[in-house]
């Protein structure tokens, strides 16, 4: 059990995730049977090929010739590597088994173009909140440039799984990405047991997606259409969210582990003295009488100045006995609250008590605090 986990999105709250997904939030890259499982959250991009304005050749060639001695096998298809976006990308990649006398690993290179120059939009450590043994670091680099580095694994929520690392350049002018991952394996051609340890260092990791030429290739790549208007948009920083939480625990409960995107959405863990669970709260601003917000509230009954509460107990989809408490709050104008409870350390992660530690009415208070709605 980690000190600090995390969590995965609460059922029936998909299009607050969504919105989320829309902040272009960075998550594991897709490379290897062990993290397939999270394919489904990513659009598909463009695939590798001379018609992307880059050659494979090219990108293969860039690549052995930055990495350290090893055997090196190129996969043929790599149309199922993805960019770490959710957004309208263009993007071309080359993947590869890597071999060296201290680790075998998948190594992927995925060369981005991004849609528009709005730089902070496209960098973010992984939720801590979603994948609680992940080590995260984002530096600006002295030419203006962003780079974020990750240690994290093929299963987020087991640390005993192979490790995935990844690093993640964006560009001062916010315009293209170079990632670079790599997840620990066996290799194909040897009838060998999975060996853990990577072959490449964080250094090592750091040089690949720093080295002069990528930035220039994902120039090369077709310009993507600016993405469509979100029907959502997050509301209110991470601190002030965090601030109404604090405001709003009972005596004996305190938040620790606090984290959360720039606008929009905080987590924390609530430690009563004996065992910590995860509270998240999403605070957003929906374009009011959106068909999916009136889907979602058809059942809730409307308080004189039309606002909507639904509250939901439910099991937590990854099980484990860990159940999720809801409060979600629709006001008219189209600012939405949700609050989510955990009787477990993250999404993903078994129960650690038998019920969540605040029941719902103080869930609910929080979720209508006047902090919440400026």
């Given at each position: 059990?980690?000190?600090?986990?995390?969590?995965?999105?609460?059922?029936?709250?998909?299009?607050?995730?969504?919105?989320?997904?829309?902040r272009?939030?960075?998550?594991?890259?897709l490379i290897?049977?062990?993290?397939?499982?999270?394919?489904?959250?990513?659009?598909?991009?463009?695939?590798?090929?001379?018609?992307?304005?880059?050659?494979?050749?090219?990108m293969q060639?860039?690549?052995?010739?930055?990495?350290?001695?090893?055997?090196?096998?190129?996969?043929?298809?790599?149309s199922?590597?993805?960019?770490?976006?959710?957004?309208?990308?263009?993007?071309?990649?080359?993947?590869?088994?890597?071999?060296?006398?201290?680790?075998?690993?998948?190594?992927?290179?995925?060369?981005?173009?991004?849609?528009r120059?709005?730089?902070?939009?496209?960098?973010?450590c992984?939720?801590?909140?979603?994948?609680?043994?992940?080590?995260?670091?984002?530096?600006?680099?002295?030419?203006?440039?962003?780079?974020?580095?990750?240690?994290g694994?093929?299963?987020?929520?087991?640390?005993?799984?192979?490790?995935?690392?990844?690093?993640?350049?964006?560009?001062s002018?916010?315009?293209?990405?170079?990632?670079?991952?790599?997840?620990?394996?066996?290799?194909?051609?040897?009838?060998?047991p999975?060996?853990?340890?990577?072959?490449?260092?964080?250094?090592?990791?750091?040089?690949?997606?720093?080295?002069?030429?990528?930035?220039?290739?994902?120039?090369?790549?077709?310009?993507?259409?600016?993405?469509?208007?979100?029907?959502?948009?997050?509301?209110?920083?991470a601190?002030?969210i965090?601030?109404?939480?604090?405001?709003?625990l009972?005596?004996?409960?305190?938040?620790?582990?606090?984290?959360?995107?720039?606008?929009?959405?905080?987590?924390a863990?609530?430690?009563?003295?004996?065992?910590?669970?995860?509270?998240?709260?999403?605070?957003?601003?929906?374009q009011?009488?959106?068909?999916?917000?009136?889907?979602?509230?058809?059942?809730?009954?409307?308080?004189?100045?039309?606002?909507?509460?639904?509250?939901?107990?439910?099991p937590?989809?990854?099980?484990?006995?860990?159940?999720?408490?809801?409060?979600?709050?629709?006001?008219?104008?189209?600012?939405?609250?949700?609050?989510?409870?955990?009787?477990?350390?993250?999404?993903?992660l078994?129960?650690?008590?038998?019920e969540?530690?605040?029941?719902?009415?103080?869930?609910?208070?929080?979720?209508?605090?006047?902090?919440?709605?400026?």
């Amino acid at each position: 059990m980690p000190d600090e986990p995390t969590s995965r999105h609460p059922k029936g709250l998909r299009s607050a995730w969504n919105s989320r997904k829309r902040r272009l939030r960075i998550l594991v890259l897709l490379i290897g049977v062990g993290i397939a499982a999270l394919a489904c959250l990513f659009p598909r991009q463009s695939s590798p090929g001379t018609s992307t304005g880059v050659s494979v050749a090219q990108m293969q060639q860039t690549v052995a010739s930055l990495l350290p001695s090893g055997r090196i096998s190129w996969e043929s298809d790599a149309s199922e590597t993805k960019s770490r976006t959710s957004a309208p990308t263009s993007s071309t990649a080359v993947r590869l088994q890597f071999d060296t006398k201290t680790g075998a690993a998948q190594v992927a290179v995925v060369l981005v173009r991004l849609p528009r120059t709005n730089l902070t939009d496209f960098f973010d450590c992984p939720d801590r909140a979603h994948q609680p043994y992940d080590h995260c670091t984002v530096t600006e680099l002295d030419d203006g440039s962003n780079l974020l580095v990750n240690k994290g694994y093929a299963n987020p929520v087991d640390s005993g799984s192979p490790q995935v690392w990844f690093a993640v350049l964006t560009t001062s002018d916010g315009t293209a990405q170079i990632q670079v991952s790599e997840q620990a394996s066996g290799t194909a051609h040897i009838q060998a047991p999975a060996r853990l340890d990577l072959p490449l260092s964080e250094e090592r990791l750091v040089a690949l997606v720093r080295a002069k030429g990528w930035t220039a290739l994902a120039s090369r790549l077709p310009r993507p259409a600016a993405p469509p208007e979100p029907l959502s948009r997050g509301a209110l920083e991470a601190r002030s969210i965090l601030a109404a939480v604090d405001d709003g625990l009972p005596t004996g409960i305190k938040a620790v582990r606090r984290d959360g995107a720039r606008t929009g959405y905080a987590d924390a863990l609530l430690d009563d003295g004996s065992t910590k669970t995860l509270i998240t709260v999403t605070v957003q601003d929906w374009q009011p009488r959106t068909q999916e917000m009136e889907e979602l509230f058809k059942n809730a009954r409307s308080d004189a100045a039309g606002t909507r509460v639904v509250m939901r107990k439910h099991p937590a989809p990854s099980g484990g006995g860990a159940v999720q408490w809801d409060v979600d709050v629709l006001y008219s104008d189209g600012r939405r609250v949700v609050v989510t409870e955990l009787n477990a350390m993250a999404f993903g992660l078994p129960a650690n008590r038998s019920e969540p530690p605040l029941p719902m009415e103080t869930l609910r208070s929080l979720a209508e605090d006047a902090q919440l709605r400026s």
